[in-house]
C-alpha cells in the first residue's frame, strides 16, 4: 500500500526579525507571541527559484534516505510562485535532479490546502498508473510577491519547501479525505500585479468557522473520534487561527502542533515541514491534518502508522 | 466505471488571418498551407479571462446535456495562463459557476500534454475519493502571452477552452497512460517577462524523435496494434509535426485527424475539440490520443468506447 516514507524540507537561513519591525508596523510584541506566532520569518536568497528550493528540500531528504532516481515513476510540485508561468517547475527540477525520461511530472496550483489534496493526487494518480515511487514537493515562496510594506502579510509568511516521498514502504498511510471550496470569495487571498493582498479578518472568519466542521466531516467519513487522535496539524496560518480551531473543538492543547515562530506560514509546506517531527522517533499513531486557504479552499485527512 | 460523458467546447469568434501576414513575417501561402495547417488563429477578446473562456464552455457543455451542479464533486483547470498567479482558476470557475461548497477543486500546470494527463489525474483522484461526477476544464489563452512580432508562435497559437464531463455513465473509458518528461530542455519553451519563446526547431525535432516512440509503448501497455485503432488524435502542434507523426509511424492518412485549420494549436484544449466530434456520430471504437510539447512533457493513452 502507498503511503508517505520520508520527508525532507528545507528553510533558508536568512531571518528578518518582527520584533524589530513593531514601530514600523505600529504592532506590540504582545501581539507577535499571542496573536500571529511568528517572531522571524524566513526568507530565500532572491538567487533561489521555487526549484532551487526544491532541489534543497531533496538534498535533505536524500541524506536520510537512499533515493534510486532511475525508480521515480512520478514527480509533482504544488506551487502557486513557479520559477516561470511556464513550463511548469516540476520540469525544472526533473532536469535539475536529472530525473529518467519515463518519470511522469506536473504542477498543482493550490496554496495552503495544496499539500493535503496533493496527497490525494499523487497517491491516486500512482495507484492508478501502477507506480511504485513518487515525490511530492512544495515550495511556494511568498517573498516573491509580499509587500514588504504590508502588516496583513509581510510578518506573517515565510520562505520554504519540503518533499514528501512517497512509496509502497510507507510509515504511514492515508485515510479518507474531505474537501471544499468556497470559489466566491476567491479575492480575499489574491495576487494582483506581482503583489499578495489579503484580507485577513475575512480569511480569519472563513478558517475559524469551516476548519472546525471540516474536522467533524473528516473524523466521522474515517469512523474516528476526536480522542483517538494523537496529533493535530493543521496549516500554520497563524498562532491565534490555530488555537481558534483547537478551541472551537476542544482539543486538549499537548495535542495541537504550534510551531512556525522562527520561520512564519510557508503555506503548502507548513504541514509537512511539521509531519516531518511529528511522524520520526514520537508515539503518534493517527496524526490529522488539515489545509486551508488560498481559494477559498480547504483539504484534511488523517494519517495511519504504518509500522 | 468512470470515464468520459461529453465534452463542450469555446473557440472565440475572433479571428486574424495568417494569409494577411504573409509580407509582415515573409511567408508564403504554401507555408502555411502544407506547414503550419493554421489559416487563422482565435483571439479571445481582452475582457474574456481564462476562467470566462472556462464558463463558455461549460455553456456549450450544458446546452447539450443536463449537469446538476449540486452532483459535481470535483473540477479541474489545466492552465499556465491563469487569471490570477493566486488564487487557482479552479476556484474563481468554481465562484463563477456557483458550485456547492463540497466541490473540490484545483489547477493542473501543464502544457500541450495537459489535457491527456488531466484525464488521468481527475481519473484517479475521482475514482480513490468515491466521486462520480467531474469537470476537467483546459484554458490556456496564449493570446495574453504572444509576442505579436514573433514569427515563431504568433502565426501558430490560438485561444479556445474545453470542459470534458467525467462520469460513471461514460461514452469513452481510458486505457493504460504512457508519460514521459525531458525537463532539461525546459527552456525550449518558455514564458519570460511575459512573454513566450518558443525554439520551433527543438520542439520539433523532440516531437517527431519522441512521440512515435511513445505511441509505439502505448500500443503495448494496451495489448493493441495500430491496425486496431480507429482514429489517432495527436495535440495539434502543426500539420508538419502532426504529419511527420503519422509517416513516421505509416498510419493510414485517414485515421489521423488534423483540424486546426481555422483557429491553430490552441494548447491544451486541441485534443479535446477534436474529441467532441470524433466522440459522436463516428464508428470510432478505438481512439488513440498523445499529447506533447511545454516542459519537455508528454502523455498518450486510448479512449475505448463504453456503449
Not at 292 to 305: D, K
Request: charged fraction near 25%; glycine fraction near 8%; aromatic fraction near 10%.
Amino acid at each position: 500500500m502507498l503511503g508517505i516514507q520520508e520527508i525532507g524540507s528545507y528553510i533558508p537561513g536568512k531571518r528578518v526579525s518582527n520584533y524589530e519591525r513593531t514601530e514600523k508596523f505600529g504592532i506590540t510584541a504582545d501581539f507577535i507571541d499571542e496573536k500571529i506566532g511568528v517572531k522571524s520569518i524566513s526568507v530565500r536568497d532572491p538567487s533561489e527559484e521555487s526549484s532551487d528550493l526544491c532541489i534543497k528540500a531533496f538534498n535533505n531528504l536524500a541524506a536520510k534516505i537512499k533515493i534510486k532516481k532511475e525508480d521515480v515513476d512520478v514527480l509533482v510540485v504544488i506551487t502557486q510562485n513557479p520559477d516561470f508561468s511556464l513550463p511548469q517547475t516540476s520540469a525544472i527540477v526533473h532536469g535539475k535532479l536529472d530525473m529518467p525520461e519515463k518519470c511522469a511530472s506536473f504542477d498543482i496550483s493550490l496554496g495552503c490546502s495544496g499539500f493535503v489534496y496533493g496527497l490525494s493526487i499523487i497517491q491516486s494518480f500512482m495507484k492508478e498508473n501502477e507506480f511504485r515511487t513518487g515525490l511530492l514537493f512544495t515550495s511556494d515562496p511568498y517573498s516573491k510577491i509580499i509587500n514588504p510594506e504590508d502588516k496583513n502579510t509581510s510578518l506573517l509568511f515565510g520562505d520554504a519547501a519540503a518533499v514528501t516521498l512517497i512509496s509502497d514502504n510507507p510509515k504511514y498511510i492515508t485515510g479518507k479525505f474531505s474537501y471544499g471550496t468556497t470559489g466566491k470569495d476567491y479575492q480575499d487571498l489574491i495576487c494582483k500585479d506581482g503583489k499578495l493582498i489579503m484580507n485577513g479578518r475575512s480569511v480569519f472568519n472563513f478558517a475559524a468557522k469551516t476548519v472546525p466542521k471540516d474536522v467533524v466531516c473528516c473524523m466521522k467519513l474515517n469512523n474516528l473520534t476526536l480522542a483517538e487522535v494523537d496529533r493535530f496539524v493543521f496549516h500554520q496560518g497563524s498562532l491565534h487561527i490555530v488555537n481558534t480551531i483547537a478551541k472551537r473543538l476542544e482539543l486538549p492543547q499537548e495535542k495541537v502542533v504550534f510551531d512556525a515562530w522562527d520561520y512564519g506560514n510557508t503555506v503548502s509546506s507548513s504541514i509537512p515541514i511539521l509531519l516531518e517531527n511529528e511522524m520520526n522517533g514520537k508515539d503518534n499513531k493517527i496524526i490529522f491534518i488539515s489545509g486551508f486557504g488560498v481559494g477559498l479552499s480547504w483539504a484534511s485527512t488523517i494519517l495511519i502508522r504504518a509500522k
